[in-house]
């Protein structure tokens, strides 16, 4: 005895005919109404996010260095190689409405740069970062707050020290100090 089956056993379902009074339309839109009601949602939610602030502001920071320089630790070279500290003179301008910070610098010539304060009864110490006020400038030099180079390779030969300054907003700052004589800007 052999088994059959039955009509439409194991055949692909077939769709079914549009209930009467169904048109083809109808089903289109009832299918994309789910997606339209989502995205409708999420564009009312991130809408409230931004007009309420969640979002932030955007402001964009501009950094001027309108003077930037690295003394010449000596005239002699054998007499810059003895000395461990190079001080910058450095003008910045903040021209945006923020106010920022200088956090950091680099230069290829020194392993470690390092920024301090002006100088108190002990001295002048290193800190986190210099303020730097809306619409304001600091000026950096080694008698005051300073950016300082600590135990840079020969550079008095050079035309320039290359330096990236990092702000809080304003991001990275390329500069080219120029090398000037011992103790002037």
């Not at 339309?25 to 009601?37: C, D, F, G, S, T």
Request: charged share 10%; aromatic share 2%; glycine share 10%.
């Amino acid at each position: 005895m052999t088994a059959t089956a039955p009509p439409g056993a194991g055949a692909l379902p077939t769709a079914r005919p549009s209930p009467p009074g169904r048109s083809r339309v109808a089903e289109l839109l009832r299918a994309a109404a789910a997606p339209v009601i989502c995205a409708a949602a999420v564009t009312g939610l991130l809408s409230a996010w931004v007009i309420t602030g969640g979002a932030g502001t955007v402001t964009p920071s501009q950094i001027k260095v309108s003077l930037a320089a690295v003394p010449m630790r000596a005239y002699l070279p054998g007499a810059a190689s003895a000395i461990h500290r190079a001080g910058t003179y450095l003008t910045i301008r903040n021209l945006s409405a923020e106010r920022d910070e200088l956090l950091s610098a680099r230069t290829p010539v020194a392993r470690q740069v390092i920024l301090v304060g002006p100088p108190g009864p002990h001295g002048a110490q290193p800190v986190a970062g210099l303020a730097l006020p809306a619409h304001g400038r600091i000026t950096l030099s080694p008698l005051g707050a300073d950016v300082v180079l600590l135990n840079p390779t020969r550079y008095e030969s050079d035309m320039t020290v290359p330096l990236t300054l990092i702000f809080r907003h304003a991001g990275k700052v390329q500069v080219n100090a120029a090398v000037t004589p011992p103790g002037t800007p």
